[in-house]
């Protein structure tokens, strides 16, 4: 695994975290509209924004004098793509289960 992806799958790895990128899969938020949905003050929120933004899992745009933030489509795909080599293994062995002639006792 890639730093960048150990970057990712850590930065989903806190449950806080994992909430802002189920909030922001929904659509595109600010800090306050985020940290009204969560146990969380603005500044926590924050916080963990920067940490899912270095993991390239969040973007932010300037909206007048706040920022909204939303997922990162790039970032998106980089995880799905480790994913996805997991997933592509598993049908694989699986497919060869089934071409396999089934041994008779």
């Known amino acids: 695994m890639t730093t960048y992806q150990g970057r990712m799958l850590d930065a989903l790895g806190d449950p806080t975290r994992r909430s802002i990128f189920e909030l922001l899969a ?6 306050a509209e ?4 969560l146990p969380v003050s603005r500044p926590a929120v924050s ?6 933004k270095e993991a390239r899992l969040v973007s932010s745009t300037p909206v007048g004098t706040r920022r909204v933030y939303a997922l990162d489509p790039q970032g998106l795909a980089a995880v799905r ?6 997933w592509n293994q598993a049908l694989a062995a ?7 002639p089934e041994e008779k006792s």
Do not use: M, N, T, W
């Not at 916080?47 to 899912?52: C, E, F, I, N, T």
């Not at 699986?94 to 396999?100: C, G, I, L």
């Open 94 to 100: 699986f497919a060869q289960a089934v071409e396999q």
């Open 34 to 37: 985020i940290a009204a949905d």
């Open 47 to 52: 916080q963990h924004l920067k940490v899912l």
């Open 81 to 86: 793509g480790y994913f996805d080599q997991f």
């Open 26 to 31: 929904v659509g595109p938020r600010s800090v």
